[in-house]
């Protein structure tokens, strides 16, 4: 008899190039007056420091929807400036994947030639099912995930306008 062993990607990586310095990057990711910009439009705080605290807080429209003051969590594990940071990150706008805990966000910049940096996100999302499938933009009509935010804070940082200009 065969039986069939049910796989579940626990890890998913991320890829862009970007024509930007490391230094732009790491500004778009951890200073909100950038990552506002981009994405969801909804601003991160980093205490760039081990233990310091990652909140993400909703947008205006976030808010009229009815989300919570901080709309994710989390805490920097490394923060390596500007090259890698590695933090934890848990959904709280949905009870169910708030419920799944945290999860592991690790961010790596680097320089290759001619001006462009290659960005590397790699979310460990073991035990967190409804995470995974929204970061992978697999739930309908809750956004793109990690590839629309990737994407955006491409676009901004080569062009100056944001997918949703």
Request: charged share 20%; with cysteine.
């Amino acid at each position: 008899m065969t039986t069939m062993a049910r796989t579940e990607v626990t890890t998913q990586v991320y890829r862009v190039y970007i024509k930007a310095s490391a230094q732009a990057i790491w500004d778009a990711i951890t200073q909100p007056e950038w990552n506002v910009r981009y994405g969801y439009q909804a601003p991160c705080e980093y205490e760039l420091r081990p233990g310091g605290a990652y909140r993400v807080l909703p947008s205006p429209e976030m808010v009229k929807y009815g989300a919570p003051e901080v709309i994710i969590d989390g805490e920097v594990v490394e923060a390596d400036p500007p090259h890698r940071l590695v933090q934890t990150w848990r959904a709280l706008w949905d009870p169910e994947m708030a419920a799944e805990g945290h999860t592991r966000v690790t961010w790596e910049i680097e320089e290759q030639d001619g001006g462009v940096c290659r960005l590397t996100v790699t979310h460990d999302v073991t035990d967190a099912p409804k995470s995974a499938a929204q970061l992978a933009g697999e739930i309908p009509n809750a956004g793109g995930g990690w590839s629309y935010i990737l994407s955006d804070l491409k676009t901004l940082l080569e062009t100056v306008n944001s997918l949703q200009s």
